[in-house]
Each structure stands twice: as structure tokens, then as C-alpha cells.
């Protein structure tokens, strides 16, 4: 009987020790899996993306249940399929691409298709030359670059409204090969294309760099000088090549947002300046902060909720009138 009650004494004080024997008060609760996404990043070619890629690490560090694994492609696409390749082999539960250019991705989506890792394609979209992209994703989150280049083109109609034709634009285009350069470029010359007097003279592509934009603008007003044409107004793809274009008119010894107007899209604060300066004359704002609306959409995906197949974020104009009051509160 005395080994009985030993052991029985002995069985309790175990129990106490490891687990309170049942009692679970003094336990910390068990943390539940992180979601971890794999995002696969264009590159950091402008104020633009840089913000963009700030804002995706800051609001997923501020995400208790989400861990994101980030990758610069340095706007180069074997890089970014190098790092698709590689959130598959580490089983990541989530990949995320803002994909350089259109095409060349079917292999990879289907290697995350057959590892069964929902994919997502945000800010730029693609095409598939087998099947269709919806075939492969989840969704597309960014915002109608038609719109944005309609928008812009629709500025400059109207600024030009009491102005006598012809009006001569030049377009410094974005990436060659992104959805985001072909679709601006297409919802721009829509517009353009049904106005007598508004003209596009020069169009080539800048890369979407201030560097580049520099160039192009620069080769623009030379060969322009050499026609005898006079270039009326600037239709740049992004703010950074139009920041670029204005510092080329400058040393051209024009002025800018007088002798050339100056519209661009982004809407970052060296474009806010330029207007404030009255070097520009309107920017179209593309929404830069894409973790929130992200974030969302894998929780939706998760919880098992009907996605879209494009989740739209909304483009907005922003004329030099109103940059003053507007510039303390860009975040990029």
C-alpha cells in the first residue's frame, strides 16, 4: 500500500510540473501558422515602386498573422521567375507577382498551379499563351491604366480647349513590353485619336527612369528643332521620366509648364513640386499602397469568399491648383 501511494504521489507531482495536470491557466495560448507570401517585385526604378515596395514590408510587418517574403527583381524577368521558383520550393502559401513584362510566365504558373500555391498578379497583368490568366490566378489587383492614360489625354484637351490647333505632344513611354506602358499608351491615343487639333509627334519609350526621360525628351527637342517643330505639350507614363523631360526642356533654355506643358502619371511628391513650381501641369495619381487591399484578398481567399478577377484600384487626377494643399500628404 505504501508503493501504491508513492507512485500515486509520485504520477501528481509529474503532472503538476509539465502540465498542471489538466489545468491549462498558466499555459500561453498556442500560436497558430503565419501566412507567408512570397512577393516577387518588379524592381526599385523610380520613387513610385520604392514606395510601393516601403509600404508592402511595412504593413505586412504590421500583420501579426502574415509574414512576406520580399525579392527585388531589379526589372529583369529572369530574376523575378528565379524567385517564383524559389517561394515554390520553400511551400510559401501565397505567391505574389508584379510581373515586368507581359508575357513568358506560363511555365512558372504552371509549376504554382501543380504545387497548388494560389498565385496573385497586382499592379501589372500578364497574358498566357496556353489557356487563359485567369486559368492560373486568383486575381489581378491594380488599377485600369486605360483610364489613367484616357485621363491624362482628356486633361490636355481641355487645357488646350481655347487654344488655336495644331497641338503638338510628345509621349515618353514606360517599360517596353509592360501591360502598364501598352495600356496608358492605348487609352491615351484613344482620346487623342477623335481630336482634330491635338497631335502626338514623338513617342518612345524612357523606361520609366528620370534618367531615361531625360534622354528621350532631350533627343525629342533636338530632332524636333531640326523639323522646324514646335512640341506643345508632354505626355509622360510616369512621373519620374516627366521630372526628367522637365529638367531636359530646362536645359534646352525652355520653360516648362509655359512653352511645354507637362502631364505625367503617379502622382509621387517630385510631381507635386514641379506643379508647385509650375513646371507641370497635372498628374494622375496610381495608387501605390497595394498591401491593405492585398491583405484583404487573402484573408477573403482564405476564409473560402468569392474573389474577382480583377480587384480595381481607382486612378485620380490631380491639376497644379490643388498641389499645394495636396503635397503634405503624399506619402511617396
Known amino acids: 500500500m505504501k508503493k501504491i501511494a508513492l507512485f500515486i504521489a509520485l504520477l501528481i507531482a509529474i503532472c503538476a510540473i509539465f502540465a498542471g495536470c489538466g489545468s491549462s491557466s498558466s499555459q500561453p495560448a498556442q500560436q497558430s501558422k503565419k501566412t507567408v507570401v512570397g512577393f516577387s517585385q518588379v524592381g526599385a526604378e523610380n520613387e513610385w515602386r520604392v514606395a510601393m515596395s516601403r509600404l508592402m514590408k511595412e504593413k505586412f510587418a504590421a500583420t501579426p498573422d502574415m509574414e512576406l517574403l520580399f525579392s527585388d527583381g531589379q526589372g529583369n524577368q529572369a530574376n523575378q521567375l528565379k524567385a517564383v521558383r524559389t517561394f515554390i520550393q520553400q511551400k510559401v502559401d501565397f505567391i505574389v507577382l508584379a510581373p515586368v513584362v507581359t508575357t513568358g510566365w506560363d511555365g512558372v504558373l504552371q509549376e504554382a498551379k501543380e504545387a497548388k500555391i494560389p498565385v496573385i498578379i497586382i499592379n501589372r497583368s500578364l497574358t498566357t499563351s496556353v489557356g487563359k490568366a485567369d486559368d492560373y490566378i486568383v486575381t489581378f489587383i491594380g488599377p485600369d491604366n486605360m483610364d489613367a492614360g484616357r485621363l491624362a489625354a482628356k486633361f490636355l484637351i481641355e487645357k488646350f480647349k ?171
Open 162 to 332: 481655347d487654344v488655336q490647333g495644331p497641338v503638338n505632344i510628345a509621349q515618353l513611354e514606360g517599360t517596353v513590353g509592360a501591360s502598364s506602358a501598352v495600356e496608358r499608351k492605348a487609352g491615351f491615343e484613344e482620346i487623342i485619336k477623335g481630336q482634330d487639333k491635338l497631335k502626338i509627334v514623338k513617342s518612345q519609350s524612357g523606361d520609366y527612369t528620370r534618367a531615361k526621360g531625360k534622354e528621350v525628351m532631350e533627343s525629342f527637342l533636338k530632332s524636333a528643332k531640326a523639323e522646324s517643330l514646335k512640341i506643345d505639350a508632354v505626355f509622360s507614363q510616369s512621373d519620374d521620366m516627366g521630372i526628367g523631360a522637365i529638367q531636359a526642356i530646362e536645359e534646352a533654355g525652355l520653360k516648362p509648364g509655359k512653352d511645354i506643358m507637362m502631364v505625367s502619371i503617379d502622382g509621387v511628391k517630385g510631381a507635386f513640386e514641379a506643379m508647385i513650381a509650375g513646371k507641370q501641369s497635372a498628374t494622375v495619381e496610381n495608387p501605390v499602397d497595394y498591401a491593405p487591399t492585398l491583405i484583404q484578398t487573402i484573408k477573403d481567399y482564405q476564409a473560402k469568399k468569392e474573389i474577382p478577377k480583377w480587384v480595381k484600384l481607382a486612378n485620380k487626377v490631380y491639376p497644379a491648383d490643388v498641389a499645394a494643399k495636396e503635397l503634405p500628404n503624399r506619402v511617396y
